[in-house]
């Protein structure tokens, strides 16, 4: 009897009393381990916010370094001498929720199961491992630092978020578009969301995925065609600087998870187990890198049209 009530009190369930229905919950398809594994992540998420927040105002500067050696540096003062409308400020509000909301949504989502690959990806870097974690923070300080350059009228947020707007725009067409050309219809993903929507109660991580990664392309597209003043955009950015960094946060990327594959063994997306050359890699490098280059010339191309205020 002893030895039951000790097996009773260890046991991580809820005991099933004869006669009793046990309401199910998302708990009871994780073992313990898994559910610490689970806190660990949200831990180390947590924990990157602060220091995903900096490291946006660090790209920032980075860019206008770049973009003063290529031809002068960014003033800020075209917005920041003149009150930002109403209006505009409205967007900006909208727009910085929305981007807060997707992070929100992506930070928000179950643990992974042993039996997936990223549970095993995500031991030291936990949901820093995947880009659309980064691209979704990086958004999220982006909209917000835009929305206070306006109610401040601070030069230096000014300075900082326009010069770095082409790049960001770029960033959250890449989301957007790259999570449904490579992710959304691959035969894995799509079998884990089948497993975990047939649970009780029905998990539906596809559909959850589909708004996360949404939102981005039509925040980066108002934000630049709209919420910004073009003049100052064109003046105090360079598409050069943009592409250039382009490149730099392409091969940063691929270095981390390299790096994390070595220490894991895992990947954090299926498609790159298919990568097993050097070859294969540099193709991969090089189309990532064109295919966000042309998001960034689509919204310099928006710069060039008359503003909206």
């Known amino acids: 009897q002893e030895q039951q009530q000790q097996q009773q009190q260890q046991s991580p369930r809820p005991q099933q009393l004869p006669g009793v229905q046990h309401k199910k919950s998302w708990r009871d398809y994780y073992t313990e381990e898994e559910l610490a594994h689970g806190r660990r992540i949200n831990i180390r998420g947590a924990l990157g916010v602060p220091l995903f927040a900096a490291w946006y105002f660090a790209l920032a500067a980075l860019l ?18 003149s009150s930002v409308p109403a209006p505009i400020l ?21 643990p992974p199961n042993a039996s997936e690959d990223i549970y095993h990806a995500q031991t030291h870097l936990g949901a820093w491992v995947f880009l659309t974690r980064h691209c979704l923070m990086l958004q999220a300080v982006h909209q917000v630092a835009t929305l206070f350059a306006g109610l401040l009228r601070s ?8 010069c770095i707007s082409l790049w ?9 578009i790259q999570y449904f050309t490579l992710v959304h219809f691959n035969p894995v993903f799509m079998e884990t969301c089948a497993e975990k929507a047939a649970r ?7 559909t959850r995925c589909i ?8 925040i980066a597209v108002l934000d630049i065609a709209i919420a ?28 981390l998870i390299v790096a994390n594959f070595r220490v894991t063994g895992y990947w954090p997306y299926e498609f790159l187990k298919e990568f097993k050359t050097v070859g294969k890699w540099i193709s991969f490098a090089v189309a990532q890198s064109a295919i966000m280059t042309i998001f960034c010339l689509i919204s310099w191309g928006l710069a060039l049209v008359p503003s909206a205020w």
Do not use: C, K
């Open 64 to 81: 206008g370094a770049l973009s003063s050696a290529l031809g002068g540096p960014p003033s800020g003062l075209g917005e920041a001498s």
């Open 90 to 110: 409205a967007l900006r509000a909208a727009l910085a929720v929305f981007a807060i909301a997707a992070f929100v949504l992506q930070a928000s989502l179950l």
């Open 155 to 162: 030069v230096y947020l000014a300075s900082t978020t326009t």
């Open 168 to 176: 960001m725009a770029g960033l959250g067409w890449f989301v957007t």
């Open 200 to 206: 009780d109660p029905p998990y539906d991580l596809r």
């Open 211 to 218: 708004w996360m990664h949404s939102f981005a392309l039509p």
């Open 228 to 255: 910004r003043q073009h003049g100052p955009l064109r003046a105090d950015s360079s598409i050069v600087a943009s592409l250039l960094m382009v490149v730099f946060y392409v091969l940063f990327y691929i270095g």
